[in-house]
């Protein structure tokens, strides 16, 4: 049974650019759910999605935006970076959207460093 | 709306020392209640739960905690910390039968020989 695999595991961008985060969900899990962790803080939820649809969404603006693929996996995509959103992008999938604080399994995460 | 909070962003303890780390919750409807650990450059590792029933939940690596709803508390112990444990400790809150996790900012668990 394989985990959350993460990619890439670093990136550095710049202002204004746009970036790509990807997720592979764990074997049977069709939800899976993005966090984002800023330096010294807990991390925050920005979206979940669910057989493919956004089934939630956190205080995050439009510009944050995701995809879940029939194989489950996801992408974060964020457009015009902003120095703030550089942080550890953490995914999680789960069995199903009524077990996922229940049974999350989280991946290793992305560190997005905005320059 | 939940939210966390985690009393110390920092806690140092001696190797065999008893290890509290404290968590306070607020919350609408009944909790669910979680700590996770996440060791550097790593995700994180749920190490214990509380949804219902028996208010003292026992996790991995020797440690558990008690939900106390008069306290709105879910204190994270282990009798004797160990060079191991040391690691940045999450407490989070789920409101019961959703998924979202509202976690707290954290406290790094410092183990000194």
């Known amino acids: 049974e394989t985990g959350v695999t993460q990619s890439p595991t670093h990136l550095i961008k710049t202002r204004g650019q746009q970036v790509t985060l990807r997720c592979s969900s764990q074997s049977g899990h069709n939800t899976v759910s993005w966090y984002q962790q800023a330096l010294g803080q807990g991390p925050q939820f920005i979206f979940q999605?669910?057989?493919?649809?956004?089934?939630g969404r956190g205080n995050f603006p439009p510009r944050f935006s995701g995809l879940q693929f029939p194989n489950y996996s996801s992408e974060l995509n964020v457009n015009a970076l902003e120095l703030d959103d550089s942080a550890l992008y953490l995914c999680?999938?789960?069995?199903?959207?009524?077990?996922?604080?229940?049974?999350?399994?989280f991946g290793s995460g992305t560190r997005l460093t905005v320059v | 709306a939940q939210s966390v909070t985690q009393l110390g962003s920092h806690v140092s303890v001696s190797e065999g020392a008893l290890v509290l780390l404290r968590c306070n919750y607020s919350s609408s409807v009944p909790p669910y209640l979680f700590w996770y650990v996440q060791y550097p450059n790593q995700g994180l590792q749920l190490l214990l739960k509380y949804t219902t029933g028996a208010t003292l939940v026992k996790g991995i690596n020797g440690f558990e905690a008690e939900f106390k709803k008069s306290e709105t508390s879910f204190h994270l112990t282990k009798p004797s910390a160990h060079m191991s444990d040391a690691a940045e400790y999450f407490c989070a809150v789920s409101p019961s039968g959703y998924s979202t996790l509202t976690f707290g900012k954290g406290t790094m668990l410092l183990v000194s020989p």
């Open positions: 999605y669910y057989r493919e649809e956004e089934n």
């Open positions: 999680a999938s789960s069995l199903n959207k009524r077990t996922g604080g229940y049974g999350y399994t």
